[in-house]
């Protein structure tokens, strides 16, 4: 979101595994493509005791321009356009706006510093 520059990497995480999901840049906008067996596979096991889930990370450097030290980022998923429900780590609904968006929290750049680290773990249901 506006003072900084974003690039968010996503894994599909597993007991002894990690798969990376390919990234697709447009305009600004990361989109992450899953396989239609990797969306089984989550939807038919989930929950983190049961595995795989979603691992998020995103590396924010501070824009030049920037009026404020504040970064974050909005994500959606979906299937075939319609909206999935996700739930963090501890099982809990995330909540998203009308068009399907979940907001993380809004985070910080540390004093003195232009790089920040940010992560999420989803998990579909």
């Known amino acids: 979101m506006g003072n900084a520059v974003l690039f968010p ?10 798969t990376p999901v390919r990234r697709e840049d447009n305009a600004g906008v990361a989109r992450f493509l899953l396989a239609a ?7 038919a096991a989930p929950g983190l005791d049961r595995s795989p889930y979603l691992g998020l990370l995103c590396d924010a450097f501070l ?3 920037a009026d404020d030290r504040v970064w974050g980022y909005a994500l959606r998923i979906n299937r075939s356009g319609v909206v999935l429900p996700i739930h963090d780590a501890d099982g809990v609904a995330i909540e998203t706006d009308e068009t399907g968006f979940a ?6 750049f540390p004093a003195h510093k232009g790089v920040a680290r940010g992560h999420d773990i989803l998990c579909l249901v």
């Open 9 to 18: 990497s996503l894994s599909i995480i597993a007991p002894g595994e990690s």
């Open 37 to 43: 067996d990797q969306v089984e596979r989550m939807l």
């Open 63 to 65: 824009s030049v321009n």
């Open 103 to 108: 907001q993380c929290v809004l985070q910080h």
